[in-house]
């Protein structure tokens, strides 16, 4: 394990060029076991001095001033605790849509993407992506998978739902951001006040089962919101819910997509088999493994 003290940023650390600040910042990192330690760093020093990727290469040589120093400082400080750099930026890309995120939101991962590649084959099976659609997202946080439907699919109307109103608060603001007025969004438990029919309902509910949350690497454990990671003893409560409601929701020949935890597909399958769902082939994410179940209610 890194000794945290050789982990901590001072002013006296800091380095007068914007080049060497990004090179302090990545060896402080890389010493502390952060993951992608240059990319981080130049992220941060790109955040806290408002330039982009072309425009922070250019400035390499530049001095930096005493606040600039102080503000990249601070942000490393957060970072070298553990503190994602979406949070620590105020946003996170998914799906090419650059969203806002906060305390409130899980930070939309890459995995989170396959849920949306599933979704498109799924709907794309039965029509043209131009048809009128409606979509349910359940338990939204940012937005991330409503808003990435709604971007695919030009005359789709979508409704979100959440039990944090910050959260919901958070989501619409992304949808105000990327003007998609056919965006609406309902404080309830996944789908408690949903009335259908849906083509789409999608869904990352929280999977983590409760007693593994201690376990989690600290950027989750310490920062994403607890309710959005806890899915009961076993993991498997929000699937349970989604299982009871989703039948009703959904438009004969509609589709159900869930983003799954590591090892949870046999049984999330079998719940919605019971419920009267057919589950279709695993969808896998980059690293290999079963990410996406998407499931079929048969006419």
Excluded at 243 to 250: E, G, M, R
Aim: charged share 20%.
């Amino acid at each position: 394990m890194p000794n945290p003290d050789a982990a901590v940023l001072t002013q006296h650390d800091s380095a007068s060029t914007v080049a060497g600040m990004r090179r302090a910042l990545t060896e402080k990192f890389r010493a502390a076991e952060i993951d992608s330690p240059e990319l981080d760093a130049r992220v941060l020093v790109s955040h806290a001095l408002s330039l982009d990727h072309s425009a922070l290469a250019a400035a390499g040589e530049r001095a930096l001033d005493t606040a600039e120093r102080e503000t990249i400082l601070g942000f490393a400080r957060r970072r070298l605790a553990h503190e994602p750099v979406a949070r620590i930026i105020g946003s996170k890309e998914f799906w090419s849509l650059k969203l806002c995120v906060d305390a409130s939101t899980l930070i939309p991962r890459p995995e989170t993407e396959t849920v949306v590649e599933a979704a498109l084959a799924a709907i794309e099976a039965d029509g043209p992506r131009q048809r009128e659609l409606r979509i349910a997202d359940l338990g939204t946080g940012s937005g991330a998978l409503l808003l990435a439907l709604l971007a695919e699919f030009p005359n789709a109307f979508g409704v979100a739902t959440d039990t944090s109103p910050s959260a919901l608060s958070m989501a619409r603001h992304n949808a105000q951001r990327f003007k998609f007025a056919r965006a609406t969004f309902l404080a309830c438990d996944m789908a408690a006040a949903l009335r259908g029919p849906f083509d789409l309902i999608v869904s990352n509910p929280p999977y983590i089962a409760s007693g593994d949350i201690a376990t989690l690497a600290p950027e989750v454990r310490d920062f994403d919101p607890r309710a959005a990671l806890d899915g009961g003893q076993d993991g498997l409560n929000y699937y349970r819910l989604i299982a009871a409601s989703a039948p009703a929701l959904l438009k004969p020949n509609g589709s159900l997509v869930v983003e799954l935890g590591v090892g949870q597909a046999p049984a999330v399958m079998a719940l919605f088999s019971e419920a009267g769902l057919t589950p279709l082939p695993l969808r896998l994410d980059l690293q290999g493994l079963p990410r996406a179940l998407p499931a079929k209610k048969v006419a």
